[in-house]
């Protein structure tokens, strides 16, 4: 089976340390309408580069997020909620690190379509911060 890999976010960096506290999460968009309609199988890769992330200041969570549009409106778009799956970057995350899940796995086949989200959760004062990238590795199936 030939795999290939596509990169969908180039080496970024998120920072939540100004979120106020408490404060529900905040969530940025990183990748949109990701398209896997040909993939059998898809695993998603996240190199965090660095982080900043102190003990007990709270997670940052990249989420994915099953994606469709609208025929009639394909400026429309649908998210399938909750999320598929995510990997979350804590203070006990090494740094750096390679962390990957597969997205078979939690949906059960490959979606035709994904959104990439971060989210910050904020649970004490402190750093909230991480350089990440993220690619998809992809076999035809």
């Known amino acids: 089976m030939v795999g ?29 309408q990701i398209g896997l309609l040909h993939w059998g199988e898809v695993t998603m890769a996240v ?25 009639d409106d394909p400026g429309k778009t649908f998210l399938g909620l909750p999320g598929i799956c995510s990997i979350a970057l804590t203070s ?19 979606p035709t379509m994904i959104r990439l989200v971060a989210q910050g959760f904020r649970l004490a004062l402190g750093s909230l911060a991480a350089t990440i990238s993220i690619e998809l590795s992809v076999k035809e199936g």
């Open 92 to 110: 006990a995350t090494p740094s750096p690190a390679y962390l990957t899940v597969s997205l078979n796995a939690s949906f059960g086949s490959s």
């Open 47 to 71: 190199r965090v580069h660095s982080h900043t992330l102190g003990a007990g200041t709270g997670t940052i969570v990249i989420g994915v997020y099953q994606q469709t549009v609208s025929d």
């Open 4 to 32: 290939y890999t596509i990169e969908c976010l180039p080496k970024t960096s998120v920072d939540f340390s100004g979120m106020a506290f408490p404060i529900v999460p905040q969530e940025v968009v990183l990748a949109d």
